[in-house]
């Protein structure tokens, strides 16, 4: 089946329900996904009104919300989870951008540390932490973003995927349906050209290519950091997140047939 959306200038947009859980089937056309919305076109924007959004999660900093607004629809009426922690120094991308030589190489051992660290970064706790609150509460669709659509989102989505009983290799496959080659192809020289303005250097188109995909021993590393600290995967939604079996039960009467 595709799951892409045939939507242009809202990036990563996809179904990622319709998996089978362990038990049950999960439900089409309630989860999405996708990259940021301030590029949207009014015929997307209004696509996307049309897919029955009642609640999403966007997953930036503040920082990155100012830089880039999210475009609205017309009577846009969404319950909308962000948080506001204060920016705590440097965006970290920012910097390691802006701190030494940009390669594939470089850029790969920065993702690796990223996930070893966001399953736990108290900006990342605290959306998680509120999505699966709202999204057991809700009716309509739903959207995860972030800035890219790739690993806040990634990383939530694989959790939801999971509460579900989707099995492992789904949760894979999904995760990896980032790497578009198409939307690199797009998307490349853009992103080089916003990196030399930011930091006077012009990084190579492998560093970029490395940038905008995911790596399936990224989500690797953020399962392992989940279980080094709580045992499993199960333990980080109870402990960390919240999601106890109220609270799991709820999500599962919501994404689930």
């Known amino acids: 089946m595709t799951r892409k959306l045939p939507f242009n200038t809202i990036e990563n947009l996809r179904d990622f329900g319709d998996y089978a859980g362990a038990h049950r089937h999960m439900k089409k056309g309630v989860l999405f996904r996708s990259a ?17 959004l009642s609640l999403i999660v966007d997953l930036r900093r503040p920082g990155e919300r100012e830089r880039a607004p ?35 190489e470089t850029m790969r051992d920065y993702m690796l540390t990223y996930y070893d660290r966001a399953p736990h970064d108290p900006r990342h706790v605290d959306a998680y932490s509120r999505w699966f609150d709202r999204l057991g509460a809700t ?4 959207l995860v973003h972030c800035a890219a659509g790739k ?23 999904d995760y990896l349906l980032t790497n578009d080659e198409e939307r690199f ?54 402990e960390v997140l919240g999601v106890d079996d109220a609270r799991r039960a709820a999500v599962e009467r919501r994404i689930l047939v």
């Open 36 to 52: 940021h919305q301030a590029e949207a076109s009014d015929e997307e924007l209004e696509a996307l009104a049309a897919l029955g």
């Open 70 to 104: 999210s475009r609205r629809w017309k009577n846009f009426a969404a319950e909308v989870i962000a948080n506001d922690h204060p920016e705590d120094g440097e965006d970290p991308w920012q910097k390691f951008m802006a701190s030494g030589t940009i390669t594939s």
């Open 139 to 142: 009716e309509g669709a739903t």
């Open 151 to 173: 690993d806040r989102t990634g990383i939530l989505c694989a959790l939801t995927h999971h509460i579900a009983g989707v099995h492992p290799d789904d949760i894979m496959a």
């Open 185 to 238: 192809e797009r998307r490349i020289p853009l992103m080089a050209a916003h990196v030399e303005e930011l930091t006077g250097k012009a990084p190579d188109r492998a560093a970029m290519r490395t940038a905008l995909g995911v790596e399936a021993d990224y989500l690797h590393r953020a399962f392992a950091a989940m279980k080094d600290q709580h045992g499993s995967i199960d333990g980080y939604l109870r």
